[in-house]
């Protein structure tokens, strides 16, 4: 089981309809954004760094596993096309979305530096790594961000609840103080689509 991984149903509730469940998730989820609606001026500001960043010529790297990846993922097609305006594309570059170079890292490396060779590969002075990860502990997100911060990139995290350390190394930390790790990524959309919003309101014309 990978660090950021949902762990396992007991088995005496597999199959069993519990709407007492749902509703504990729902309540979760509505706490959360209770939450993130406090922190949504900072996350705004962030993402409007991150527009003069791109808008500078610098790019955005983005590394996740499982959903995390999912949701990175999601994020560089906003920056590469568009939210919600129409503007000028933006570099940004999901490390674990190309098969071929992810698979041969894995083949001929140590797993752990799936990300990390990437960030040196791609990465440049001034560019900014982005590491989306429910725990905040996955061994391969806090390789990545070892090298980006030696090669001079900044390091931005989404994680869940602190401490953690990936928070710890990290330039600027969204935290989501959840109980589940679902519940961890589902901010962690929202979030992504506000960061979108902001460069959109920056950048477009």
Excluded: K
């Excluded at 469940?21 to 729902?26: D, E, L, P, Q, S």
């Excluded at 330039?171 to 929202?190: F, G, K, L, M, R």
């Amino acid at each position: 089981m990978t660090l950021d991984s949902h762990p396992p149903v007991p088995s005496g509730q597999r199959g069993r309809p519990d709407v007492l469940r749902g509703a504990g998730h729902v309540a979760a989820l509505a706490d959360a954004l209770g939450d993130l609606a406090a922190d949504a001026e900072r996350i705004d500001g962030l993402g409007r760094r991150l527009a003069g960043i791109l808008a500078g010529g610098a790019q955005c790297l983005v590394a996740g596993n499982g959903g995390s990846a999912a949701h990175g993922q999601h994020f560089t097609a906003e920056l590469v096309g568009r939210y919600r305006t129409e503007r000028r594309p933006l570099a940004a570059i999901a490390l674990h979305a190309d098969t071929s170079t992810f698979t041969a890292l894995v083949n001929d490396y140590p797993p752990v530096d799936v990300f990390a060779r990437q960030v040196a590969a791609f990465g440049r002075p001034g560019d900014v790594l982005l590491c989306l990860s429910s725990s905040g502990r996955s061994p391969n997100l806090l390789a990545a961000a070892e090298v980006a911060r030696s090669d001079g990139l900044a390091v931005w995290a989404l994680t869940g609840p602190t401490p953690n350390p990936l928070a710890t190394v990290a330039d600027e930390v969204i935290a989501v103080d959840a109980p589940y790790p679902a519940t961890v990524q589902e901010i962690h959309q929202v979030v992504v689509h506000l960061l979108a919003a902001a460069v959109d309101d920056v950048l477009t014309p």
